[in-house]
């Protein structure tokens, strides 16, 4: 256990330590680190020089007026735009609806192809050549 430094009539210094565990102990300020004293740098007078808008009525009206015109064909290139789009939708739409057109067309014949092409009769025949008869009340099974 650290014995503390004898309280004598010498008051210390705010900042002491005591190194030394015995009776005889010497209390010893903490060393400080030296620093330099803080300066600001002088900085040089700067002069500042104003530029006075000329106050001009017309000037200002004049770039209102192209500011606004300048809006107007913006506005005017996006809506061409936009129709140019709605158009050229439409128009593959159409495409799409003529080549419908004609696909249906196209199925509606082979359609017809297919049922002149079929003759029952012949295919009857043909099944009765080959032995194949219609069955007997025997082999009819009733369902349901």
């Known amino acids: 256990m650290a014995v503390a430094a004898r309280v004598s009539e010498e008051r210390y210094a705010p900042v002491t330590v005591v190194y030394r565990h015995s009776k005889a102990a010497v209390a010893q300020p903490v060393p400080q680190p030296k620093t330099r004293p803080r300066t600001r740098p002088v900085a040089a007078p700067?002069?500042?020089?104003?530029?006075?808008?000329?106050?001009?009525?017309?000037?200002?009206?004049?770039?209102v007026t192209i500011g606004s015109?300048?809006?107007?064909?913006?506005?005017?290139?996006?809506?061409?735009?936009?129709?140019?789009?709605?158009?050229?939708?439409?128009?593959q739409i159409n495409q799409m609806k003529a080549q419908n057109v004609?696909?249906?067309?196209?199925?509606?014949?082979?359609?017809?192809?297919?049922?002149?092409?079929?003759?029952?009769?012949?295919?009857?025949?043909?099944?009765?050549?080959?032995g194949m008869i219609y069955p007997d009340s025997q082999q009819i099974v009733p369902i349901g």
């Open 69 to 91: 015109i300048v809006f107007v064909a913006f506005l005017a290139i996006v809506m061409l735009s936009g129709y140019i789009m709605v158009n050229s939708t439409y128009s």
């Open 102 to 130: 004609e696909l249906e067309a196209s199925l509606n014949e082979l359609n017809a192809q297919l049922e002149q092409s079929v003759d029952l009769n012949e295919i009857r025949q043909a099944a009765l050549s080959e």
């Open 46 to 63: 700067q002069t500042k020089t104003r530029l006075r808008r000329v106050k001009d009525p017309k000037l200002k009206q004049k770039v």
